[in-house]
């Protein structure tokens, strides 16, 4: 929809490894959008028709991306600077942050966090895994959507008329099974 309206021009998916072909077979099949898949087996010939200037983050406009590569040193600060205005995580629960985090969950964290920090992309967290119950895990992918939402209230339940909970609900939808 959003690049229907002309809001945004370019896209990224990021995934695991091995969700980079399904992601792109769906994104192909149902949007009619032709993305490049991103990780240590394509990037030679994604590369190989760039000038030495550019970016594949740039040039491509619609990426799906394993995480685990980006999140690496080696390409994580060029794609944040070339990141898509509009980008899906896919299995964001394993990007969150939480006292028994991994390294690996440590640096998918960082990485969505300095995506995040300039303001001006639009982020979807996608999860079909549910809610470990790790308040500050749980916070930490909030964050991500509005810092706002470290003041949520930590303990008891949060009254249906305070404000950010309401601005929350306009960032949330969840399924059920039944739905």
């Given at each position: 929809e959003?690049?229907?309206?002309?809001?945004?021009?370019r896209?990224?998916?990021?995934?695991?490894?091995?969700?980079?072909?399904?992601?792109?077979?769906?994104?192909?099949?149902?949007?009619?959008?032709?993305?490049?898949?991103?990780?240590?087996?394509?990037?030679?010939?994604?590369?190989?028709?760039?000038q030495?200037?550019?970016?594949?983050?740039?040039?491509?406009?619609?990426?799906?991306?394993?995480?685990?590569?980006?999140?690496?040193?080696?390409?994580?600060?060029?794609?944040?600077?070339?990141?898509?205005?509009?980008?899906?995580?896919?299995?964001?629960?394993?990007?969150?942050?939480?006292?028994?985090?991994?390294?690996?969950?440590?640096?998918?964290?960082?990485?969505?966090?300095?995506?995040?920090?300039?303001?001006?992309r639009?982020?979807?967290?996608a999860?079909?895994?549910?809610?470990?119950?790790?308040?500050?895990?749980?916070?930490?992918?909030?964050?991500?959507?509005?810092?706002?939402?470290?003041?949520?209230?930590?303990?008891?339940?949060?009254?249906?008329?305070?404000?950010?909970?309401?601005?929350?609900?306009?960032?949330?939808?969840?399924?059920?099974?039944?739905?």
């Amino acid at each position: 929809e959003m690049l229907d309206r002309g809001e945004i021009d370019r896209i990224a998916v990021l995934c695991p490894p091995h969700l980079c072909d399904q992601w792109q077979a769906e994104l192909s099949e149902k949007f009619h959008i032709e993305a490049e898949v991103v990780r240590p087996g394509t990037i030679s010939k994604l590369e190989r028709d760039l000038q030495p200037s550019e970016s594949i983050f740039g040039v491509y406009p619609h990426l799906v991306i394993s995480i685990d590569y980006i999140k690496s040193d080696r390409r994580r600060d060029d794609f944040i600077n070339e990141c898509p205005e509009f980008v899906i995580v896919d299995e964001a629960h394993t990007c969150s942050a939480g006292a028994s985090q991994s390294s690996s969950q440590q640096r998918r964290h960082a990485l969505l966090r300095d995506l995040m920090k300039s303001g001006e992309r639009h982020l979807v967290l996608a999860t079909a895994t549910p809610h470990s119950g790790i308040e500050t895990a749980f916070r930490s992918l909030l964050e991500l959507l509005d810092p706002a939402f470290a003041d949520l209230p930590v303990e008891g339940r949060i009254e249906a008329s305070h404000p950010l909970r309401q601005k929350l609900a306009q960032h949330f939808v969840q399924r059920r099974r039944a739905d």
